[in-house]
């Protein structure tokens, strides 16, 4: 069965700094995308980024990247500079092909500090 | 502009009281999905669509409906909502089921059930 573990239930990170959100999935497919949403105190979700499990190349979309380490099953979102905006809660979630829905962690508070 | 509405945005209610959640997408997207977020548990999905007419059960199904008549609207509805119902709920939609398809989702509604 899919799984998302988001380790994580909160973090705080000077502004500026760089900051890792964990992520590690449980699959059994071959062919399965991961996602990750940022979800501001309003409460909309917003898509950030992509990577396909065939993927061999990293994502990245300008200040946010992910490492992909498929061996360890593991797809954690790296930010960059971060940005008093990045503080809102982050969520990890995984499709698998063929799927009818995302597969959901628990989130990640982050909290950047001026 | 691509988008996902819904509509309340909030709404407080009182137990058994029959309410309706709207949801319509304008990207012809024939994959539409309802969710739900509960603190410590991310998303977990309600019900989705694959087309019009053609609806099943997702993780959490008990004690909500849906129906798509139209390939835009996929409403949610509570015919006797009770206070574990009280939670943020999401539609989303895309245009496959593969694993690269992006959700696109509405901005929540925000529930109350009192």
């Known amino acids: 069965a899919q799984k998302i573990t988001q380790t994580q239930p909160g973090m705080f990170v000077q502004e500026k700094e760089a900051v890792t959100l964990d992520c590690t999935y449980d699959t059994s497919d071959q062919s399965y995308g991961l996602f990750w949403y940022k979800q501001p105190s309003s409460g909309e979700m917003i898509f950030l980024i992509y990577q396909g499990s065939y993927d061999e190349q990293n994502a990245t979309e300008g200040r946010y990247s992910l490492n992909f380490q498929k061996a360890r099953k593991s797809a954690n979102l790296v930010i960059s500079a971060s940005q008093l905006g990045d503080s809102a809660m982050y969520f990890c979630?995984?499709?698998?092909?063929?799927?009818?829905?995302?597969?959901f962690g628990q989130g990640t508070r982050l909290t950047i500090n001026p | 502009e691509a988008q996902v509405t819904q509509n309340p945005r909030y709404l407080i209610t009182v137990t058994g009281k029959k309410l309706t959640v709207t949801c319509s997408q304008n990207?012809?997207?024939?994959?539409m999905s309802w969710y739900r977020q509960d603190p410590g548990l991310g998303l977990r999905q309600i019900y989705y669509?694959?087309?019009?007419?053609?609806?099943d059960k997702g993780d959490v199904p008990e004690g909500y409906k849906v129906s798509r008549k139209e390939k835009r609207n996929f409403p949610l509805i509570l015919e006797s909502p009770s206070p574990n119902q009280t939670s943020l709920y999401f539609c989303?939609?895309?245009?496959?089921?593969?694993?690269?398809?992006?959700?696109?989702f509405g901005p929540g509604t925000r529930l109350t059930v009192l």
């Open positions: 669509s694959m087309n019009v007419e053609v609806t």
């Open positions: 979630a995984m499709r698998e092909g063929g799927a009818q829905k995302l597969v």
């Open positions: 990207m012809n997207h024939e994959y």
């Open positions: 989303a939609s895309s245009s496959g089921v593969s694993s690269y398809n992006e959700q696109f």
